[in-house]
């Protein structure tokens, strides 16, 4: 089995290709702006080295909504030259970590952060929200490292980690048997979307 993982949910971006026989061909690169399109040269690159692939997993996040739609977008358009299966794991389950237990911590905005427990590649419950007290309470006295793929002044002992392109490949090797294709896929929402309806303007000159 040829399986293509896509991982663009932190600022280090990465996209691997693993084979049944051979060792996992990872490419690292950051993800901002200002390197957008080092994701597509390296998808590129493997794609002209290796084929077309018979999976293709994205790194749902959470994390970069942009990031993860670019991944989306593009592992649909590789899918339908490839006909590949397409499946979605949440980025957090594939930190590049030699633990099997940890948490993962993140910024969700509006003065809230995520917490997501992971163990042994699996998410044990769904993402919870908390403000900043409330998560240091939660995990200063953890008994299981904890991370964040980006600095948060607000948590100076959490370690600094990526998820990885290549973890994600091993984990669908891994759960290939309990793993549902998908013909879209979504990244992780952390709230409900906040949509601010027009006010309604009243124009006299429309009144009869």
Not at 10 to 37: E, I, M, Y
Not at 168 to 174: D, F, K, S, W
């Amino acid at each position: 089995m040829k399986t293509l993982a896509l991982e663009l949910s932190s600022g280090r971006g990465s996209v691997a290709w693993l084979a049944d026989q051979g060792d996992c061909d990872v490419r690292t690169f950051a993800n901002d702006r200002k390197h957008s399109g080092m994701f597509f040269r390296n998808l590129q690159d493997l794609s002209t080295k290796y084929g077309s692939p018979d999976v293709i997993v994205v790194g749902l996040g959470p994390g970069s909504y942009t990031g993860v739609r670019i991944a989306i977008a593009a592992a649909i358009g590789f899918r339908l030259t490839a006909r590949a299966r397409l499946l979605g794991l949440p980025s957090v389950c594939a930190m590049e970590t030699d633990e099997c237990e940890f948490c993962v911590i993140g910024d969700a905005r509006r003065e809230s952060f995520f917490l997501g427990c992971v163990r042994n590649g699996k998410l044990v419950n769904n993402f919870s929200l908390h403000t900043g007290d409330e998560l240091l309470t939660k995990i200063v006295d953890a008994d299981v490292p904890v991370y964040a793929s980006e600095f948060l002044p607000a948590f100076p002992n959490v370690v600094l980690a990526y998820p990885s392109a290549a973890r994600l490949a091993e984990l669908t090797r891994e759960r290939m048997g309990e793993m549902i294709d998908s013909e879209i896929l979504e990244p992780i929402y952390l709230r409900e979307p906040h949509i601010t309806m027009p006010r309604r303007v009243n124009n006299p000159g429309m009144q009869r």
